[in-house]
């Protein structure tokens, strides 16, 4: 079964740890956001199911610019 949304992500900007979902049964971790460097930006630009941006949920792996 899928791992429970995470909470948001620290005061101290951290990625969220575990996994969350892009849309509806696509779980992704925050190590998807970063794995390849051309895709990054696009990723790191997504909505996540739960209404977030990807980069407010990874970003530590979305500040790679």
Do not use: H, Q, Y
């Not at 849309?23 to 895709?39: D, F, L, T």
């Amino acid at each position: 079964s899928p791992t429970p949304s995470p909470t948001a992500a620290a005061a101290d900007s951290n990625d969220t740890e575990g996994r969350f979902e892009v849309r509806p049964g696509a779980w992704v971790s925050c190590e998807w956001a970063s794995r390849r460097s051309e895709k990054t930006r696009r990723r790191c630009s997504k909505i996540a199911a739960d209404g977030r941006l990807v980069s407010e949920i990874c970003p530590m792996a979305c500040d790679a610019d």
